[in-house]
């Protein structure tokens, strides 16, 4: 499964971030999510919830997009697939399957952009099976040739569901141009076509030896267990596997930064209009300051009585709109969304720019707003808490882009945030800032309003 | 199977939806002729409540379609008490969230709440269940966006195909009706409909209330007294969907320049209270395993596909595939269809089945709103809440042969849809099922 493909997906994610802010500074000890380093560098990360018996292994990987070049754009991903399938204890996927259903074993995989997971949920009396099927799997994948030549179409197919998709579209051709095409490989966590095609065992192999070592990931045990024993199991399981060599020595690139606006339309058999407005957001490893304000604002702007809601959607003008920062080390997008009318789309396009200005004036947020989204994360929190399942992969999500100190501190540090801060966000990263502009439209739409790209940048401006 | 039997104690010793560190049972008692299900949790702050108003499609009509939907939309925007900005405010600063559903068999609004904020949360919940005013221009507002919403389905593949096969399999049933309505019912519904609908469907009678969380009986039971208590007694009554009659196969095609197919095939199923539900259960969980390994593993013809089964009063079971080459894809789906009806299940199979739908139904169990979603669905269409505790041990008790009854009885005669490239589309091939 891939995490990616619409934009949407991405919302998700940073829904996850906002709820993962929140409780009080003082909850955030409380918190029963506990980590350990073993020798070999493998972070153990145990998150105590005996609601139900139930446990979850997961196991996160510092890989993804960002880790890809051209020649290598989608293999994260196919890899992914390819855990799922033989290795040195199990022969086959079929034979896979099979050990599957004994464990009762509820499972699946995700790739993103920097971080790809696999987790197991089973009954706590299969806890140790589970930790030993992962194991293997992760240690010693066989990568067939035949089961990775017959995987192929799969992801392939994959693909082709994204491609049903008219926001895959739009997403791709903004993010071509957000990101600059030699750039784009790093962001496009489906990849290329072609690439996957080709794939072999030797560029399988290639991504092993340099990102699936120990330390280079983390091992997520959440549900029915006390750390205590989680770490001893972690110990026992996967403490004999050898530490690899660091990956990230010669740190991942960023991407170079966009020079000018600019503004792309996508012709798809829509019913109305999707307008998109993206920019280069900030790196949370660089600017965690930011990354804090950001989360907060996204809320603030969301809630139906902020100044941005009423004049976007209240006055009639879309349907539904709103702001989101996706949290990346290597360059998260700031992406404004619209669901409108089409003959609205210049228009909205003008008030959204209108507003965004604003952001530059800390008054433009009251004291009272700004309190109450903070007070609402907070709350949020204990909603993501009641599901060891879901919290295990969003901690580990936290784990591979920011770390899991930067999650630990979340709350208390989104609860500093202040008008100055959300003001500063707002001219460091879009107030001024280039960005890309992209339109879902349908063709006899589009015919109609004879849109042009340079009539959708001239409304409202380029920075 | 060792590891689940103090679990599967725990549930049927408590005969509710127990979790092994809160052992309390749910319990069903009336409140001024209101049925109420409470359960208690004390290890956690959250409190859920679901509202359900019964109906559903039954009470629609194709002029009114989506009448419900909309009138519960439009809930949360003024009441007689907060205009809308001041009841919005006072759901962010309390951490509260307000939704609503409407479904075929029922409609519902969701409260989410924490117990530091309960008395407030239950005001607006109130407030929005019971007094909303109805404001003009809000009326119209969401009718815009439930109007764009609807004319949008066809976007998305995956919503267009089940809004395809469900207008097939129940075309000429009361499901024909959608409960979110169509563009044109929902753009001629007027304000004074929606407040008119409210007192007809706002009955005592009609209403079920499922809470979850840190809340006293006591104190619930007041609550409710001075609330929905007051209600009327009776009025709108609401009507149950009968079950589908004998489906005719056939198939529809969309014709729509895809790089893949999306498929869907639906056939009439028994509702969770019929003793069949449970063996159906297990054998679609086990045809759902087989055409993952048959369809995707072995011959690699899909990345998704699957066999489901819904929980509707007049209930449907599912195929579901998205292939390059369909007539190719269907035919091994239907292998194993037959299959399933033919051999018998080697009694591991059904064993290792039992503990996939455990670790599922735990994962189901987690929040407290997922909780309340379940005892809602079972003492609404499964027989009875206390059927959602005793649904693990009907799951345990299939057999083999219970398997291939309930597979060759329910999974024929689909209708099916495909959104694709008809020339691709053997129709002798799809409604041979």
Known sequence: MINIGERRMRFRFILTASVLCAASSQAQSDLPVHNRQLPNGLDVIVIENHAVPIVTVELDVKNGGFTETPDYNGLSHLYEHMFFKANKTIPSQEKYLERIRQLGANWNGTTSEERVNYYVTVGVDSLIPAMQFMEDAIRFPLFNQDELVRERPVVLGEFDRNEASPFFHLARAVDTILWTPGYYSHKNVIGDRQIIITATQQKMNTIKNRYYVPNNSALILSGDITPSRGFALAEQVFGDWSRGSDPFTTPAANPPPLTRSSAVIVEKPVNGAFLSMVWQGPSVTADPAATYAADVLSTVLGNPTSRFYKRLIDSGLTFNSGINYYTLSHVGPITVFSQLAPEKILEARRVILEELAKLTDTTYITARELAAAQRQLGINALYEREQSTGWAHTVGFWWAVAGLDYYRNYVPNMQRVTRQDIARYARTYIVGKPFVTGVLISPEDRAKLALTPEQVLAAGGTR | ?433
């Open chain 2, 1 to 433: 199977m060792k590891r689940f039997v103090i679990v599967a104690a725990a549930v049927l010793s408590s005969a509710a939806t127990v979790s092994s560190a809160q052992q309390v049972a749910a319990s069903k008692f009336q409140v001024s002729g209101i049925p109420v299900i409470l359960k208690p949790v004390t290890a956690n702050d959250v409190i859920a409540v679901r509202l359900y108003i019964r109906g559903g499609s039954s009470n629609l009509s194709q002029s009114n379609a989506g009448i419900e939907s909309f009138m519960l939309e439009t809930a949360t925007h003024g009441t007689a008490k907060y205009s809308k900005d001041a009841f919005n405010e006072r759901l962010t600063e309390t951490g509260t969230s307000i939704s609503s559903d409407a479904g075929y068999d029922y409609s519902s609004m969701a409260l989410q709440g924490v117990r530091q904020h309960w008395n407030e949360a239950w005001d607006l919940f109130t407030e929005a269940a019971l007094k909303p005013s109805f404001p003009a221009s809000e009326v119209e507002l969401i009718r815009a966006q439930l109007v764009d919403a609807l004319k949008r389905i066809p976007d998305d593949p995956d919503s267009y195909l089940a809004y395809l096969a469900d207008s097939s399999l129940y075309a000429g049933h009361k499901y024909a009706v959608n409960p979110q309505g169509t563009p044109a019912s929902i753009g001629v519904i007027t304000r004074d409909a929606l407040a008119d609908w409210h007192k007809q469907r706002f009955t005592r009678e009609n209403l079920l209330i499922v809470v979850v969380g840190n809340v006293s009986r006591a104190d619930l039971t007041q609550k409710i007294e001075s609330t929905f208590g007051r209600l009327p007694a009776t009025g709108g009554t609401a009507v149950r969907a009968p079950r589908l009659a004998a489906v005719t196969p056939d198939v529809m095609v969309v014709k729509r320049e895809l790089p893949t197919n999306y498929i869907a095939g639906y056939f009439a199923a028994p509702p969770p209270s019929d003793p069949d539900y449970a063996a159906l259960r297990v054998a679609t969980d086990i045809l759902s395993d087989r055409l993952f390994e048959e369809v995707r593993t072995k011959r690699n013809l899909t990345y998704s596909v699957g066999a489901g089964l819904s929980t509707r009063a007049a209930n449907r079971g599912s195929l579901y595939v998205t292939a390059v080459e369909p007539d190719t894809t269907l035919k091994v789906i239907l292998t194993q269809v037959r299959r399933l009806q033919r051999e018998p299940l080697p009694q591991s199979t059904l064993s290792e089945n039992v503990n996939t739908f455990l670790t599922e139904f735990w994962m189901g169990q987690q929040s407290n709103m997922g909780q309340a979603q379940q005892l809602g669905l079972f003492e609404l269409l499964g027989g009875g809440w206390q059927n959602l505790g005793r649904f693990v041990g009907a799951v345990r008790r299939v057999t083999p042969a219970d398997v291939q009854r309930v597979a060759t009885r329910y999974m024929q005669h689909a209708r099916f849809a495909v959104i694709g490239d008809p020339a691709k589309i053997d129709r002798q091939l799809f409604t041979s099922f």
